[in-house]
């Protein structure tokens, strides 16, 4: 299916096509076509999939066709909520560029940046607002924003939105919107919360289900080394050094892991940048604009940077440490294999992190492969297999096996000396 069957108009179609859209996403042809028609929509879709596309291009088209008074001034008529500052910019960026044929304005506002700015934006008029949910509000306190005249709301990862905690913001901003409007809502999963908000939100929403968390690009090469957890950094340095990979994004689960990584890496010689929420707005920027320009080989990141960080043809993936949420290993990986893209995704686990694979299995539906790399095997397997090559190994081995056999003689005393214990106990009560 083209584009053009989607019924969008010819503005939205050349802006599109100069951008090198040439055939829709699953989520995309199934998206536009309600989203024109006025409907709700409850979306679920990996990153990755093409979804800014698929509510952005349909809410440009229905607001260009409400012609606007010169002298009127614009009114917020989108609200589009994010759960980080990148996916924030990274939403406003592609709305700029979807309607450049357009007479429509829009704005991102979030954290981490001065507030002057903002204001001056939004006092000058808008159609579509892009926001964060705490900076959002902070606007609203200082009356520089006015949702009254909300048409349409969409929720842009909503499971993250809800997971970072944002929950009492979202009830609030609901108060704040028109009852009658129409809501979009877009996750990679449905968890309870999910749920919870589509109830609150959405009137008969039509629910699409383009994959379950499991069906993952297939280009992208998953897979598990085991190793000890004070031997990852070396590991990882001489993954990356030794196969000369360029652009590998590492992810830790905390900041502190991120910092000491990044030292490590820098240390190691590989060109390294850090980004997580204590860097300021201006150092994270700059750290993916160099990361993306493949200035610098390495940049290590906690989960801030899994969702909203869009980088064309990200060779590699490393979780240096798996996440607390499993559902966020999907995240994560997604960054890379983008659009059907070759990929690659690795992970160095610990026998501390065991649990938490099991977690991720749970939810892929599938088992991951698990690899030794050679030379930082763990001690535990090194132990496991030194005894399997030994003589006294290969007696035990032995032994276990016969007293396992049915029909072993000494497998048969001992069952007998137990159930003449057993008897014995019996006839003492």
């Known amino acids: ?68 008074k010169e002298k009127s001034k614009r009114s917020i008529r989108a609200l589009i909520l994010v759960p980080t500052r990148e996916l924030a910019a990274q ?13 429509l304005k829009s704005c991102a506002v979030y954290g981490g940046v001065k507030f002057t700015p ?30 009254s005249k909300v048409e349409i709301v969409v929720f842009d990862e909503a499971d993250r939105i809800l997971d970072m905690g ?26 309870k919360s999910v749920k919870r908000l589509s ?17 993952l690009a297939k280009k992208v090469k998953q897979t598990i080394y085991v190793c000890d957890q004070d ?40 060109k390294t940048l850090i980004l997580h929420g204590d860097k300021a707005h201006s150092a994270r920027t700059k750290a993916l604009k160099d990361f993306k320009a493949g200035t610098i080989r390495v940049l290590v990141a906690t989960d801030i940077a899994s969702r909203g960080l869009d980088i064309e043809d990200l060779p590699h993936v490393i979780n240096y440490e798996l996440p607390g949420d499993a559902e ?59 005894k399997k090559s030994t003589i006294k190994g290969r007696i035990e081995r032995s032994q276990e096996k016969r007293l396992t056999q049915p029909n072993s003689i000494v497998g048969m005393h001992k069952r007998k000396a137990k159930e003449k214990k057993q008897e014995h106990k019996k006839g003492r009560k």
């Open 1 to 68: 299916m083209a584009f053009e069957k989607l019924g969008l108009v010819s503005s939205i179609l050349t802006a599109i096509e100069a951008l090198g859209y040439t055939k829709p996403t699953p989520v995309q042809s199934k998206v536009i076509p309600l989203v024109l028609e006025g409907k709700d929509v409850m979306a679920t879709a990996q990153t990755g999939t093409g979804k800014t596309a698929a509510y952005a291009l349909p809410i440009l088209q229905q607001l260009a066709k409400k012609e606007i």
């Open 118 to 147: 903002q204001v001056k934006k939004l006092e000058n008029g808008i159609d579509i607002l892009i926001a964060t949910p705490g900076r959002l509000l902070e606007h609203v306190k200082q009356e520089s924003v006015n949702l």
């Open 91 to 103: 939403v406003g960026k592609s709305i700029e560029a979807y309607g450049k044929e357009l007479d």
């Open 231 to 270: 031997k990852k950094c070396e590991l990882l340095s001489f993954m990356i050094g030794s196969q000369n990979w360029h652009q590998v994004l590492v992810f830790t689960k905390t900041k502190q892991s991120a910092d000491e990584v990044g030292a490590y890496m820098e240390d190691s010689g590989l």
């Open 166 to 191: 944002f929950w009492s913001e979202v009830e609030t901003l609901l108060a704040l919107v028109p009852k009658k409007r129409q809501t979009l809502l877009f996750s990679v999963g449905l968890s």
């Open 199 to 215: 109830e609150i939100s959405m009137k008969k929403p039509i629910k699409i289900e383009i994959n379950n968390q499991g069906d």
């Open 328 to 386: 966020d290993y999907v995240h994560r990986i997604g960054r890379t294999g983008r659009a059907g893209k070759e990929g690659e995704a690795i992970s160095l686990v610990c026998k501390e992190e065991k649990s938490v694979l099991k977690e991720i299995e749970k939810i892929l539906k599938y088992g991951l492969k698990v690899e030794f790399y050679k030379g930082f095997e763990t001690k535990e397997w090194i132990d496991k297999e030194a």
